[in-house]
C-alpha cells in the first residue's frame, strides 16, 4: 500500500505543483514552450497509475497498456482502449474518468487549473472514420460542459480541448479542479467491432496568467436573462439519483425565434431520453453560487416579490419542478409547473417560494440553489428554451 | 518414512524438517522447515504468540500439520493438499514444482497438478462472536506459481509460513493405484525434496453438477479489477465458477436499456441458455426479471410483468427452435424485487410479487402450449422456481422457493418442516451473505476452510435444492452505507471489503493485476468446490442405489450409513469438524461407492441404544460379502443382517467400517429416571408408570420431561447420544432437547417425535460448550403440546 500511496503522491504534486507554477512563476522563469510541455496529466506508463487514477464507466469496454511503437508518441507504452459501451444509442455515454489527484479517499488537495488553456492528447483513431470525442472537467464536485473535438481516422497528434477558463472561472473554483471526463463514442452493436483507440501524452496547456475575473452584472430585477456573455456559464446540469447520461445539455440559444418578445437570447435545454431505470432518478438543472450570491432572498422574500420565468416548449405539455434547496435537512420547497406548447410564464410568490421556515429557520435566509428538476422518460429528447428568470414586484407589499 | 526423516533432520541442523532429503546446492539458502496441510486448514502466515489465546491458536493449526503429502481422490476430482514452508532467513525466491507421479508402469503427469502461491490478507478483527480464529494474515488469493515467480510475490520472510496450495485432478482414464512422486522445493537455489503419493480410487466423480447455484456477478464492478467489463470478460467469470462447479446467476451481463428491448436481451439470453442447457457442467442459471413501480405499495417495487413475459416467450421460442428444454435448469431470483421480506417485514408485496410470477407463467404457459412447445418443456416452465431470500413464514404463503441463510436451517425439526414444504410441492434453497457466522458454515476468509466443504454434505443431508450467494467479484468497499470504488492490487490488500465479513461477496481477486486474462480464485472456492464435489458423490450413490433398487424391485437407501458418517462432521449445520474428520468420511464414502460399483448397497442401517446394528445387504452381481469377517448369504440379492461391537463389510477386496459405530455404554429408562413437568413447571403427579417393558409418561399440555443419563457417561468426549422414545397417537410432537448438568443447560436440538417407534439421535455432543458442566446429569424435553399425549422411554445410549 505505501508503494501506491507514494505513487499517486508524487504524481499528484507533480500535477498541482505544475499547474500552480502555470500560473505564478512561469512567465518569469520558464519560457512558454517548457512551461507548456510540463503538465502531463498521464503518459500511460504504469498499470499501477491506470488503477490509481482512471475509472471507465458505463460499460466502458476493455483497456490496456500497448507497448507497440505504432501507437505511441512518448514514452514506452499508451493506453489502448477498446470500446464497447452498452451498444444502446443514445443511452449511458462511455466514459473515462481521470482523476488528478489520484482517488478520493487518499484526501489529496485539489489541483489548481485557474490558467487552463487547453487538454492536448495524442489519439490513434483505429475505428477507421472520423469520431468525436466530448470532454469535460470536473470542478469541485461538478461536471462543467462537454467540448467536443473530433478526431480523423488515423494519427491524430495534439488533438485539443480549449478552455474558455475565464468563462469558466465565474461558475466554478478552478483551483479545485479534480478530474477530467472524455466520452468515448461507443461501438454501434455487439456484433460490430469495439471502437478501438490509442492514447498517450494526455496534458494540459497553461496561459501565462489567469485572465481577470468575469463581474457578474445585472440589470434592474433581474435574476438571469441570458442576455449577457458571462451568463452562459451560470447555469450548470446536475442530477438526483441515476441520471447519468441523461442530464439536461445546456447552451445559449441565439434564435430569436425561441426568445420571449424575439428579442437577446434565451436558455436552450435539452433533456435527453432517460438512461435505465427510468422509474429512478431526477435530473435537472441549477444556478450558480456566485449567481445566488447576488440576491437577498430575505429581503425580496419580505416584500413578496414574486419569481417569474418564461418557458417554451415546442411539443406537448411537460412537467417541471422548481425547487429551492439549502444545507439544512429538510428545509426547502417546490413547487410544479406545466410547459405548455408555446410560451408559458411561470410565476411563484417569494414568500410562497422561500418564505418557508423548519425549527424557525427561514428558507430565504439559506436557500443555496434555485433548481429546475423532471422526471425521466423514455421518448426521444426533448428542447424547452427558457428566458428572462426575473423578480416582479406587484404592488402587493412594497 | 523413519528413515526419511531421521536424514531430513540431520540435514536441516536441528530444524523441526519431517520431509525427505534435502538435495540441491548449500549455497547461502534458507534452512527450512516444510510441512503439510490439507486444503481445508487456514495456516496463517505468522502467530502472535504472546498471548494465550494466540499461542493456543498457534497450536491447534501446528497439531493439523504433517509431514506427508498425501492425496486421496476420485478420477475426474479435485483434491488440495498445502506445503509450508518456514523459512530460518529471508527467502528472495522460492519456487515449488511437481514432477510426474508413478504407479508401477502407470504414470500420473505433471500436468495434472496445479501449483499456486498463497497471498496473504489482513484480517483485523474477527466479527463472528463464536469464532475461535483470531486476527493475522490468512491466505485466499491463490496465484499460479509461474505468475507468483513473474511478479516477485514468491518471498518469504524468515521464521514466517508461506503457504504453496496443490491441486491434482486425475483424468478420467487414469489407472485406479497409488501413485508417488516428487515435489520440489527451491528457496534460493537450495532445493528440498518431498515424496509424495496420490491414492487414485477406482471410481470417477460424474461430470455433472446436480446442486443448483445462484452467484450473482454484477459487470459493474469488473473495471476496478480487471480493466475489461465486456461481455466477454463476463463469460470468462462465468466459466471460472464453472470450474469450482457453481452456476453465475445470469448467462449475460445486458439488460433492456434505451431503444435495446427485453425481447432483443431476452432472445440473447435465451441463445446461451441453449448451451448452458445441454452442459450437465451448468448447474442452473437464472431468467431475468425487472421490476416496477406501482402505485399500491410504497414500500418497494413489483414484478414488471411485460418483460418478464417477454423474457418467458423467447426462451419458449428459442428453446422449441432448438429443440431443448431451456427451463430444467433455470430459475428466477427476485433479489432486485422482494429481497428478505421476512427481514423486512413487507409480506403483502412479497406476495402480491409471487402472484404476479405465478400469473406470468400461467400465460407463458398458454403461449408455449399456442407454439406447440414439447410438453416436458412445458412442465419444466410450470415448475420454475421462484427462490425468495428468506425464511418460511406462514405470511409468505404465496413464496414458491424459500431460501433462508443456511442457519436457519438449523435443527432437526426445522429440517423436517422444509422436507415437508418440499412434499407439498415448494421447495428451498440456502444463502450465505455475510450471515451466518461460525459456527455455522461461511465462505469467509476468516473461517477455517472446513466449512465451506461441508456446506455440500449438509446441502445433501438436508435436502437443499441450491446455493445462493450475492456477489462473486465485489471490487467495491462498502463504506458508510456506499459502496466505494477499490482498485488494482488493494483488491488484494484489503479484503475488509464488507464491514463485518472478511471475503463476503468476492470469491475472485482481479487477475489483470498480474497480467493474466482470467481472475485469480480464493482458496474458498477450492473448498467449496470440494463440498460440490462430495455432494455430487453423494448423489451418485444415491443414484446408484435407486438403480439398484428398480433392477432388483427392492428399496434401497444408504440414508442410514450416511448419518454415521454425517453424525461424525457436524450437527445441526455447525461446525467444529477438523479436516481430518472430513478425510475419514470422504473415505467412508468412497468405499461405499467402491461398493455400489460393484453392485453392492448397504440398506437401512440403524444403530440402536443397544449398541446393536442392523441393515440390509445386498449384491446384485452376485459378489462374495462378509459382515465382521462372515461370508453372508444372499437370497435374492439380499441379506438381512444384525451385529453387534462393529460393522465392516468386506468385498472384493473393499473394506467398509461403518464408521466404526459402536455404542459405548447404554440403559434402560426406568420410572425413578423420568420426571414429567407441566407447562407451569409443577411436577405432575402420576405422570410416570411403567408399561409394556417400557416407562410410561403422560404429558401435560406445553410439558416438560427430564430423563435422567445418571446411568450413562455423556461428557466433552460423547460423540452421539441415542435416545428411544415410543410415542402413542397419531400426533406428531415437537420438541427442544437439552442437556443439564451442574445446573447449566445445553441446547441439543428441536424434533418432532412420530406416532410409534423413535430413535432420537444427537451427534457431535462434544462440540457443546462443556467447560463449566464436567457431566450432563439429564436431558431436558420441552414439548410443544396444546393437548396432553402419552410416549413410552426407551433406552439411552452413547458413542465415542
Redesign the interface.
Known amino acids: 500500500?505505501k508503494k501506491?500511496i507514494s505513487l499517486i503522491l508524487a504524481a499528484s504534486c507533480a500535477v498541482s505543483i505544475f499547474a500552480a507554477v502555470g500560473c505564478e512563476q512561469k512567465t518569469e522563469e520558464k519560457p512558454q514552450e517548457y512551461v507548456s510541455a510540463l503538465p502531463v496529466i498521464s503518459d500511460f506508463e504504469s498499470?499501477?497509475e491506470?488503477?490509481?487514477r482512471m475509472?471507465?464507466?458505463n460499460?466502458?469496454?476493455?483497456?490496456?497498456l500497448n507497448e507497440d511503437k505504432k501507437y505511441v508518441t512518448s514514452g514506452d507504452r499508451s493506453l489502448r482502449l477498446?470500446v464497447?459501451g452498452?451498444?444502446?444509442?443514445?443511452?449511458?455515454p462511455t466514459l473515462m474518468q481521470v482523476n488528478f489527484t489520484g482517488?478520493?479517499?487518499e484526501n489529496i488537495p485539489y489541483v489548481d487549473l485557474s490558467c487552463l488553456e487547453s487538454v492536448q492528447m495524442d489519439l490513434f483513431n483505429e475505428t477507421g472514420a472520423e469520431q468525436t470525442l466530448e470532454l469535460a472537467l470536473v470542478i469541485d464536485g461538478v461536471t462543467t460542459d462537454y467540448q467536443k473535438v473530433t478526431a480523423k481516422a488515423g494519427e491524430n497528434k495534439l488533438l485539443t480541448a480549449e478552455y474558455d477558463v475565464k468563462g469558466l472561472s465565474v461558475g466554478s473554483d478552478m483551483t479545485k479542479a479534480e478530474a477530467l471526463v472524455i466520452k468515448f463514442p461507443k461501438a454501434e452493436t455487439?456484433e460490430a467491432n469495439?471502437n478501438l483507440f490509442y492514447l498517450d501524452n494526455l496534458r494540459f496547456t497553461f496561459l501565462d496568467a489567469p485572465p481577470a475575473p468575469i463581474e457578474v452584472v445585472l440589470d434592474e430585477n433581474e435574476f438571469c436573462s441570458f442576455d449577457k456573455a458571462y451568463q452562459k456559464y451560470v447555469v450548470q446540469a446536475g442530477g438526483v439519483g441515476p441520471t447519468e447520461g441523461c442530464q439536461p445539455i445546456l447552451s445559449i440559444n441565439t434564435d430569436l425565434q425561441y426568445c420571449k418578445d424575439y428579442t437577446g437570447r434565451s436558455l436552450k435545454a435539452v433533456l435527453p431520453?432517460g438512461?435505465?431505470?427510468i422509474?429512478d432518478g431526477w435530473p435537472y438543472f441549477t444556478f450558480i453560487d456566485k449567481l445566488m450570491d447576488q440576491f437577498d432572498f430575505v429581503s425580496l422574500t419580505e416584500q413578496n416579490a414574486d419569481f417569474v420565468f418564461d418557458v417554451y416548449n415546442e411539443g406537448g405539455a411537460y412537467n417541471f419542478g422548481l425547487e429551492a434547496w439549502s444545507d439544512i435537512n429538510g428545509l426547502k420547497s417546490g413547487y410544479s409547473f406545466t410547459a405548455k406548447n408555446g410560451w408559458t410564464e411561470v410565476r411563484v410568490s417569494m414568500q410562497e417560494f422561500l418564505g418557508v421556515t423548519k425549527n424557525e429557520q427561514m428558507l430565504a435566509a439559506n436557500v443555496t440553489q434555485i433548481v429546475i428538476s423532471y422526471g425521466k422518460f423514455?421518448a426521444p429528447d426533448k428542447a424547452f428554451y427558457f428566458d428572462n428568470f426575473r423578480f416582479e414586484f406587484s404592488g402587493k407589499n412594497n | 518414512m523413519k528413515k526419511i526423516a531421521k536424514t531430513a533432520v540431520a540435514c536441516l541442523l536441528g530444524a523441526v524438517f519431517a520431509l525427505s532429503g534435502c538435495g540441491g546446492t548449500e549455497s547461502g539458502g534458507a534452512n527450512a522447515v516444510i510441512r503439510t496441510a490439507n486444503g481445508a486448514d487456514k495456516i496463517l502466515q505468522s502467530y502472535d504468540t504472546s498471548t494465550m489465546d494466540g499461542a493456543a491458536f498457534k497450536e491447534r493449526f501446528d497439531k493439523v500439520l504433517s509431514d506427508k503429502f498425501s492425496i486421496q481422490t476420485f478420477r475426474n476430482e479435485y483434491e488440495s493438499e498445502q506445503i509450508i514452508i518456514t523459512p530460518d532467513k529471508n527467502v528472495s525466491s522460492y519456487k515449488v514444482s511437481v514432477g510426474d507421479f508413478k504407479s508401477g508402469a502407470n504414470t500420473l503427469s505433471a500436468s495434472a497438478f496445479d501449483v499456486r502461491h498463497e497471498y496473504y490478507h489482513r484480517v483485523e478483527s474477527i466479527y463472528d462472536p463464536e469464532s475461535s480464529m483470531l486476527p493475522g494474515m490468512y491466505p485466499d488469493a491463490l496465484i499460479p506459481m509461474q505468475t507468483a515467480q513473474e511478479y516477485g510475490l514468491n518471498t518469504i520472510r524468515a521464521g514466517e509460513n508461506q503457504g504453496v496450495y496443490i491441486t491434482v485432478k486425475v483424468p478420467k482414464e487414469q489407472a485406479a493405484g497409488t501413485y508417488t512422486g516428487t515435489i520440489t522445493v527451491d528457496l534460493d537455489g537450495k532445493a528440498y525434496t518431498l515424496e509424495g503419493t496420490v491414492e487414485v480410487l477406482d471410481y470417477t466423480l460424474p461430470d455433472s453438477v446436480s446442486l443448483k447455484s445462484s452467484v450473482p456477478t454484477q459487470i459493474g464492478y469488473f473495471m476496478n479489477g480487471e480493466l475489461n467489463d465486456t461481455q466477454e470478460m463476463y463469460e470468462v467469470y462465468g466459466e471460472a465458477l464453472k470450474e469450482y462447479r457453481l452456476g453465475i446467476q445470469y448467462l449475460s451481463s445486458f439488460y433492456p436499456s434505451g431503444s435495446r428491448t427485453a425481447r432483443e436481451c431476452a432472445l440473447y439470453d435465451a441463445k446461451l441458455a441453449v448451451e448452458a442447457a445441454q452442459n450437465i457442467s451448468v448447474p442452473s442459471y437464472a431468467i431475468r426479471v425487472f421490476e416496477k413501480s406501482s402505485p399500491q405499495f410504497t414500500d418497494g417495487y413489483v414484478l414488471n410483468e411485460e418483460y418478464f413475459l417477454e423474457y418467458l416467450k423467447a426462451y419458449i421460442d428459442v428453446g422449441t427452435e432448438n429443440k431443448v428444454d431451456l427451463f430444467k435448469k433455470a430459475y428466477v431470483y427476485m433479489g432486485n424485487i422482494i429481497d428478505e421480506p421476512d427481514v423486512g417485514m413487507f409480506w403483502d408485496r412479497a406476495n402480491y410479487v409471487c402472484r404476479q410470477f405465478d400469473s406470468v407463467l400461467a400465460q407463458a404457459v398458454t403461449y408455449a402450449q399456442s407454439k406447440n412447445a414439447p410438453q416436458d418443456m412445458i412442465e419444466s416452465l410450470q415448475g420454475l422456481d421462484n427462490i425468495v431470500t428468506g425464511r418460511y413464514s406462514s405470511k409468505l404463503q404465496d413464496v414458491q422457493t424459500y431460501c433462508p441463510t443456511i442457519d436457519v436451517i438449523g435443527d432437526s425439526a426445522t429440517v423436517e418442516d422444509y422436507r415437508l414444504l418440499k412434499e407439498s410441492g415448494k421447495d428451498y434453497w440456502w444463502y450465505t451473505c455475510t450471515l451466518p457466522k461460525i459456527p455455522y458454515p461461511t465462505v469467509h476468509i476468516d473461517d477455517n476452510g472446513i466449512s465451506s466443504r461441508l456446506m455440500g454434505w449438509m446441502a445433501k443431508e438436508y435436502g437443499v435444492s441450491g446455493y445462493l450467494t450475492w456477489e462473486s467479484a465485489y471490487y467495491m468497499e462498502y463504506v458508510n452505507d456506499v459502496s466505494v470504488d477499490l482498485r488494482g492490487i488493494d483488491l488484494y490488500e484489503n479484503v475488509h471489503r464488507w464491514p463485518d465479513a472478511y471475503g463476503d461477496g468476492f470469491f475472485f481477486y482481479p487477475g489483470n493485476v498480474f497480467g493474466l486474462g482470467e481472475p485469480i480464485p480464493a482458496l474458498r472456492l477450492f473448498t467449496v468446490r470440494d463440498g460440490m464435489e462430495d455432494y455430487e458423490a453423494l448423489n451418485d450413490l444415491e443414484n446408484r442405489y435407486a438403480a439398484m433398487s428398480a433392477e432388483a424391485g427392492v428399496t434401497l437407501s444408504a440414508d442410514g450409513v450416511l448419518n454415521e458418517i454425517y453424525g461424525k462432521l457436524y450437527s445441526n449445520v455447525k461446525t467444529y469438524c477438523t479436516s481430518e474428520d472430513i478425510l475419514a468420511a470422504k473415505d467412508s464414502l468412497a468405499r461405499l461407492l467402491l461398493l455400489a460399483e460393484k453392485g453392492i448397497a448397504v440398506s437401512g442401517f440403524t444403530l440402536h441404544t443397544d449398541g446393536s446394528m442392523t441393515a440390509e445387504i445386498y449384491s446384485g452381481n452376485g459378489v462374495k460379502v462378509s459382515l465382521n469377517g462372515k461370508e453372508l448369504s444372499f437370497t435374492g440379492g439380499k441379506c438381512e443382517v444384525s451385529a453387534q461391537d462393529g460393522f465392516v463389510i468386506e468385498a472384493d477386496g473393499i473394506r467398509f467400517d461403518a464408521q466404526g459405530a459402536k455404542v459405548l455404554g447404554w440403559a434402560k429408562t426406568e420410572t425413578s429416571d423420568v420426571v414429567v413437568y407441566d407447562g407451569e413447571l409443577n411436577p405432575a403427579e402420576d405422570a410416570v408408570q411403567e408399561e409394556e417393558g417400557m416407562t410410561g409418561a403422560v404429558i401435560p399440555a406445553n410439558g416438560r420431561m427430564d430423563l435422567s443419563l445418571s446411568k450413562i457417561k455423556v461428557n466433552k468426549d460423547t460423540g452421539s447420544l441415542l435416545v428411544e422414545i415410543y410415542l402413542d397417537g397419531t400426533e406428531r410432537v415437537r420438541a427442544s432437547v437439552a442437556l443439564y448438568g451442574e445446573n447449566r443447560s445445553r441446547l441439543l436440538d428441536s424434533v418432532y417425535l412420530h406416532p410409534g417407534n423413535n430413535i432420537l439421535r444427537f451427534d457431535r455432543v462434544c462440540d457443546l460448550d462443556w467447560s463449566a458442566m464436567l457431566e450432563a446429569e439429564s436431558l431436558i424435553f420441552v414439548f410443544e403440546n396444546a393437548q396432553p399425549f402419552s410416549l413410552r422411554t426407551g433406552a439411552v445410549g452413547y458413542t465415542a
Open positions: 500500500m501506491w498499470l499501477d491506470v488503477y490509481a475509472s471507465f464507466k460499460r466502458f469496454g476493455k483497456v490496456s477498446e464497447h452498452d451498444y444502446v444509442p443514445n443511452s449511458t482517488l478520493e479517499r455487439m469495439a431520453r438512461t435505465a431505470p422509474n423514455d
